[in-house]
């Protein structure tokens, strides 16, 4: 009975495998167009068979595949559907009980009647005839989901069918027609995830721009709970995120992809797998850089819970953990910007136990302790406190040990050495005892051995070089390890030379072993090291190589300037280059503070061992120059500059103009400046002064400076150019310098120090010009006060200039005080004795240096100077003596003299005192300002205290400097003379009522007022001329006498001639003008002499009423004291008989250009009289009878005959004109001698024929 079971259940295996045999010879037996009810039974008992326990072993080896893919391709049609339905699920089911069928699948021919097709073409075939029938379509996508599956590479073969319909479209068909099938979708999605693991990212680009994608996340939303579909879809979309392109659609808005998979995580919590293919999927979404939206939607929560639900799950563990790495900094920068910050949160997103967990676990999986060790670096590096749960006390993890554990058990892997390094680099650089725990266990010597293992690749010595670096921050390793540390290092930039993070990394390395602080011995040794094994070539390479990299240039320059301090370095770094090379970086990052601070560092050292070529020292100007301008402030960067300009200059003094040219004198006048305000050290104060004294020395450098001085209202160094001898008048491109520094205005200190240095008198009239447009009152009157003020003959002489109007504050500073004082000694004084000192100290020098065996002495320095007077204590408050300057009262010390580049100290000195004083005006119609102007007389005046043979030592201390200008207003106390002609104005009514100009005005004795536009003049100044004398009003615009001039108490004489007064005027009979003499009225509109004259000006001497439209004199002249009167051209005929009674004192009567005939008796005083184109007929007998006349003009009259001698009552005729007349006889036989003081006769243009003894006359004239 025991025996029974067995042969029983052969017996039932030998029915079946009989059954098998008899089912499959029936298959292979079909015929076409069999009956098909046969054909579905068959495959109903094949199908019942597969179904059981014992199916592997009866279908194994049977091959029964091959005649049912046959009988499947005899029934494509409509008509076949249960048997096709019924043959692919036996194939399916073939394929699952035995895997190998797979393996004999193939595209081949099996039979000569039949046409064979491969069995993925009959699947496409059988979903393209039966695509609307849902049974078909699942097996048949079941089929093809087994056949990807086998691993054959079958998929090449899944062509175009005749109809031009590929696989895709066959799948996303079914999936589009059938979208509430739970079984199609699955298959479908399985398909789709194995296809496009196998197409080209362009196919899957092409598939997302198609938006074919739709149909998968379709799938989420109908089958949202559902593992099973939900699982494929996903997997899916994981293959078809690969292309940057297909990410970022995935992640806009329309699609939002990064929603469902957060949805797909919350609903399957349990699902590892769905964990995992999610966690994949948004690594590579995250690979996009999307991190700011990923963030903000909660992706990091999810992916942390993962992280710590599944912590066996290495694949996850490894895409989680990538994500974090790259999210982090997004993290943490969100969080800082919320409000508020929740511990409970932060707990929620730390993912530092995770981490330490998957290290632990998965120490033998590359891809988790790399990505684990990424993320635990980005988090040391944004959450700065979480060193401190590092370690082994209670809620610490040791993760120091389990990271250096990772990196040392896969050496091999460049990518766990990279990741792990880079963590202990951060950890090193947060926490001191981690640092010292590393060195102990002897991390240094462990990483100098990987990278002996991996010398071909460059990210293995940066990060390398990192952690080497971070290790011994703060710490003083022997100096065999820094010996075989440097070795390696440079090794390894020799090595990776093109590699920039290597480079950089390197760099900081050396750089950590010759940091001060550590053993000079030790430094020595490393530096010579290092010079030996060549890193100053590579460190130039560096530089060269990636000179757009400032972080390579800093470190570089840093080391240059290391090695620079060896013994020979600097020669060799000459020769290799490095000056050029630091130049280049210099051009590359003008605005790099600490690049440009080092470069100068290092060419200060390298310039002195160079003879520079031109073009280099073009370069080198700009550069230097352009740094010193944009960082002025920064002291450090000046003193280096500084001292790199010395030492060029030191080298080449044609330096000085490319500077000069590229405006360093702007950076030297500021950094003056600032020496001026205490804000720079003494130090230097001392370097500033040298460069400018260097500069100085040449003349056309200065000349330029103090143009470039004028141009910024730079008074101070414009003082000092001009005390070192700038020459103000040299020509300049464009307008003087007075003229430049006026048209800019606001600087009347710059003006006036122009002014006292020989501005040429053009240039000061063009300045004034401008000045008057820009308004710039202190500067017109520095300029009118150099013009006009003439102090030797107390005159301010401002006729002719135009001005145009007139203001009382440019008019007042004109009147001298009575006394100037010395004004204090200046800023640009005191720098100019300090160059002076420099420069002397220059040239005694160079005349040591070239007769270095000679012996100066006392007798060898020119004794016509002496240089102790430039001592002042201002200059030693101000520069103050470095220790390096000889002072002035030592025995040693030794000055020389220059010729062709230093002043003479004496000339200095003059120069110096003249500035101190007010500028030196112009005398009155002086028309030179410098050299050989009457201001000459009195610079020779001051030079005088300071001769070229005498010492200034040997001065009396009585005499003082200002005494010459000082005693000259003394003596004139007050301006007594002012023009103001020819200025075009209108009025000036301001300066009346100026009450500080009253005081100077009522000085006044002479003020000329003519050829203006004054139509009066205030009375209110009249007034305040209360000395005043003279009052010249010719060519204005009076159209009415203006009575109260009379007022004056002390005019005497007044011109108002060429106006427009008129036709008369009357004076008041009650005024009374004792002092007036002279009064001129020519050229006006009157036609009859003023009224009540003789009332008000009794003591008149000269009354001229020239040019007027008097018609007649029909009253007298009853002036006692009258000595000459004009009345020439007017339109007079006729004079009153007693016209001249009472003008006893009149001696010039001039009538010519009228219309007379007769005349009245004359004065017997008349001694020149001028009658000149009347109508006289015949000499008037008044004339004849004058007995002191002296000379008569009756030129261009009528008169027919001359009288003779004998006729005329005066003995003293000198000049008789009587030419242009109708003479025709003249008689001279009779007392020629009356005319022997004859000294002119003219006849010219009358009728004479001849002259009855004229030599009798001649005779006696001759005697």
């Known amino acids: 009975m025991a025996s029974a079971g067995p042969r029983e259940g052969e017996a039932a295996a030998a029915r079946e495998e009989q059954a098998l045999r008899k089912l499959v010879v029936r298959l292979r037996n079909v015929q076409e167009r069999e009956r098909l009810e046969t054909l579905v039974q068959t495959l109903s008992d094949l199908l019942e068979l597969a179904t059981r326990q014992s199916a592997p072993r009866l279908f194994g080896g049977q091959n029964v595949h091959v005649p049912l893919l046959l009988v499947v391709d005899l029934y494509p049609g409509a008509a076949g559907v249960q048997q096709v339905r019924m043959g692919w699920s036996l194939l399916c089911k073939l394929i699952e009980i035995c895997p190998s069928t797979l393996q004999s699948i193939a595209p081949k021919d099996v039979g000569k009647d039949w ?105 989420f939303k109908e089958f949202p709970e559902k593992e099973e579909v939900i699982l494929p879809a996903l997997y899916s979309l994981h293959s078809l995120a690969g292309p ?143 060193h401190e749960k590092i370690g082994d006390g209670d809620n610490q993890f040791p993760i120091d040990r389990a990271v ?34 590393l060195l102990g266990k002897g ?63 390197a760099l900081r390395v050396l750089l950590h072993f010759m940091m001060p602080g550590k053993s000079s011995k030790n430094i020595i040794v490393i530096k010579s090291q290092c ?24 470190r570089g320059l840093k080391l240059l300037a290391s090695l620079a301090e060896c013994t020979g370095a600097l020669e060799i770094l000459t020769q290799q280059g490095a000056t050029d090379t630091v130049l280049h970086t210099l051009q590359m990052y003008p605005d790099k503070q600490d690049i440009q ?34 960082f002025k402030e920064v002291t450090e960067i ?28 702007a950076v030297i006048f500021y950094q003056m400046s600032m020496c001026f305000t205490d804000q720079r050290d003494r130090q230097f104060q001392s370097l500033c002064c040298k460069c400018f004294a260097k500069i100085a020395e040449n003349d056309d450098l200065k000349n330029v400076m103090l143009e470039k001085a004028c141009i910024e209202n730079n008074s101070i160094m414009a003082e000092c150019l001009l005390l070192l001898g700038a020459d103000i008048n040299k020509k300049t491109k464009t307008n003087s310098l007075i003229y430049q520094v006026c048209e800019k205005g606001h600087n009347p200190k710059l003006v006036e120090l122009l002014l006292a240095n020989g501005a040429r008198e053009q240039d000061v009239r063009s300045a004034l010009t401008i000045s008057i447009k820009r308004g710039d009152s202190q500067i017109i009157s520095l300029l009118l006060k150099k013009l006009s003020l003439d102090v030797a003959n107390s005159s301010i002489c401002l006729g002719g200039f135009g001005i145009g109007r007139l203001e009382p504050s440019w008019l007042i500073p004109l009147f001298p005080d009575k006394l100037t004082p010395l004004r204090k000694q200046n800023a640009g004084s005191a720098l100019a004795r300090m160059v002076l000192k420099f420069q002397m100290k220059n040239i005694s020098e160079d005349r040591s240096r070239a007769s270095s065996d000679l012996n100066f002495c006392e007798d060898g320095v020119d004794k016509n100077y002496d240089w102790s007077f430039i001592s002042d204590p201002l200059v030693d408050s101000v520069f103050p003596l470095s220790d390096d300057i000889d002072s002035e009262g030592s025995e040693g010390s030794l000055f020389t003299k220059k010729k062709s580049n230093s002043i003479a100290v004496a000339d200095f000195h003059c120069r110096e005192m003249a500035f101190q004083r007010s500028s030196p005006t112009l005398p009155r119609h002086s028309y030179s300002v410098g050299p050989g102007s009457d201001y000459e007389p009195l610079m020779k005046q001051r030079r005088k205290f300071f001769p070229s043979d005498e010492s200034p030592s040997e001065f009396s201390p009585h005499i003082r400097p200002s005494d010459s200008l000082s005693s000259l207003i003394s003596e004139k106390e007050y301006i007594k003379s002012l023009d103001l002609s020819s200025n075009e104005l209108e009025n000036i009514d301001a300066i009346s009522q100026n009450s500080c100009l009253t005081s100077h005005l009522e000085h006044l004795e002479k003020l000329e007022l003519h050829q203006n536009a004054l139509t009066s003049i205030p009375e209110q100044l009249c007034e305040n001329l209360k000395c005043l004398t003279y009052l010249d009003l010719h060519s204005n615009k009076f159209t009415s006498f203006p009575t109260y001039l009379l007022k004056m108490s002390c005019i005497a004489s007044l011109d108002i001639s060429r106006n427009d007064i008129g036709p008369s005027f009357a004076l008041d009979p009650c005024l009374k003008c004792p002092t007036l003499k002279q009064l001129n009225l020519s050229y006006n509109q009157l036609v009859c002499t003023p009224e009540f004259l003789t009332n008000v000006a009794e003591n008149l001497e000269q009354l001229l009423l020239e040019g007027n439209k008097i018609s007649c004199l029909c009253s007298p002249i009853c002036l006692k004291e009258l000595k000459v009167l004009n009345i020439s051209k007017n339109s007079i005929s006729s004079l009153a008989e007693n016209v001249f009674m009472d003008c006893t004192k009149l001696e010039q009567f001039n009538a010519r250009m009228n219309a007379l ?68 006889v003249l008689d001279l036989s009779e007392k020629a001698c009356a005319w022997s003081r004859l000294e002119k006769l003219h006849l010219s243009h009358n009728k004479l024929k001849e002259v009855n003894s004229v030599g009798i006359l001649l005779y006696y004239t001759l005697l």
């Open 115 to 219: 046409e064979v097709l491969g069995v993925h073409q009959q699947i496409l075939k059988m979903l393209t005839i039966h695509k609307g029938n849902i049974n078909l379509s699942v097996i048949g996508l079941k089929a093809l989901n087994l056949l990807l599956m086998s691993g054959i590479e079958c998929f090449t073969f899944l062509l175009c069918l005749k109809e031009e319909v590929d696989v895709f479209s066959l799948v996303f068909n079914a999936m589009h027609s059938f979208p509430k099938n739970e079984e199609i979708q699955q298959h479908g999605c399985k398909v789709l995830h194995k296809l496009f693991e196998k197409v080209p990212e362009e196919q899957l680009t092409e598939f997302v721009e198609s938006k074919d994608h739709m149909i998968i996340l379709k799938v």
């Open 244 to 386: 940057r392109n297909n990410v970022e659609v995935l992640m806009s808005g329309n699609v939002r992809c990064y929603n469902v998979i957060v949805e797909m995580m919350k609903s399957f919590p349990s699902s590892e797998t769905v964990q995992e293919v999610s966690c994949c999927l948004l690594h590579k979404l995250t690979l996009g850089n999307f991190f700011n939206i990923l963030v903000l939607h909660k992706i990091p929560e999810v992916i942390v819970k993962a992280v710590k639900t599944y912590p066996e799950n290495g694949k996850l563990q490894a895409a989680a953990l990538s994500c974090l790495a790259l999210l982090t900094e997004t993290i943490f920068l969100n969080r800082d910007l919320e409000e508020r910050k929740e511990e409970e949160e932060e707990e929620k997103l730390c993912w530092l136990e995770a981490c330490y967990r998957a290290l632990e676990l998965h120490r033998k999986n590359t891809d988790v302790l790399e990505a684990a060790c990424w993320a635990l670096k980005n988090l040391f590096l944004y959450q700065r406190n979480l």
């Open 443 to 505: 991390i240094h010597m462990n990483v100098l051995d990987i990278m002996r293992k991996h010398p071909h690749s460059p990210e293995v010595a940066e990060s390398s070089c990192r952690i080497l670096n971070c290790v011994f921050e703060g710490s003083f390793p022997h100096l065999d390890v820094m010996t075989v540390a440097v070795s390696e290092v440079v090794k390894a930039m020799r090595k990776h030379e093109k590699s920039l993070s290597v480079q950089l990394e």
């Open 1157 to 1224: 005939e007769i005349i009245p008796d004359l004065s017997s005083s008349i001694t020149n009289l001028k009658l000149s184109q009347n109508r006289f007929i015949n000499v008037p007998e008044a004339i004849l009878l004058l007995p002191h006349l002296r000379s008569v003009d009756l030129s261009q009259n009528k008169i027919i005959s001359l009288p003779g001698p004998m006729h005329w009552k005066s003995l003293n005729l000198r000049e008789l004109l009587f030419n242009h007349n109708q003479i025709d």
């Open 597 to 630: 601070c080092l470069g100068l560092s290092l060419l200060r050292s390298l310039i002195t061992r160079k003879i520079l070529c031109i073009a280099t020292m073009h370069v080198l100007s700009t550069v230097l120059v352009s740094t010193l301008r944009r």
């Open 404 to 437: 250096m554990l990772s990196m040392l058990m896969h050496s091999s892997s460049k990518e766990v050495f990279q990741a792990a390094a880079s963590t202990l680099a951060i950890l090193s650089q947060q926490n001191v005892s981690i640092r010292k725990t």
């Open 531 to 554: 010079l030996l094994e060549g890193t100053h070539s590579l460190v130039l390479n560096a530089l060269n190589r990636f000179i757009g990299n400032p972080s390579i240039q800093k």
């Open 638 to 665: 000046q003193m280096h500059g500084f001292h790199a300009i010395l030492s060029v200059l030191g080298l080449s003094p044609c330096f000085a103009k490319l500077l000069v040219h590229e405006s360093f004198d």
